[in-house]
């Protein structure tokens, strides 16, 4: 799978498992659309190149298993909300990013050492 084109629907959020799709080159979404979830600092990058957000995904994916993200080196300029949903979080790798607010809702992540 090169491309894949999801215009024209209502989705919400893109599921993890999308991340496994390594070959995938171009993602083709509507502009406006209804994707929250990853955030549009990453949608933004998938009309020239896929990779970027196809790994982020891997990393979301592995986090639900080990309980640790690594979301290092990513364009992101604030927490993705994704990040806020995994609460069993242990650790949190955000160096190399574009982050200009941490929110309150940091506070939800209690098992971060």
Sequence with gaps: LEVLNISRNHLTRLPYGLGFCTALKHLVIDE????IIP??????????????????LRQFHQACI?????LNGFIVNMMPKEVFEL???TALHMSGNSLKVVGAEI??????T
Excluded: W
């Design 32 to 35: 406006p659309h209804t994707v």
């Design 39 to 56: 955030c549009d600092d990453l949608l933004r990058t998938c009309g020239q190149d896929a990779t970027i957000l196809t790994r982020y």
């Design 66 to 70: 080990d309980n640790k993200l690594e």
């Design 87 to 89: 609460t069993s979080l």
């Design 107 to 112: 506070e939800a992540l209690q098992h971060l």
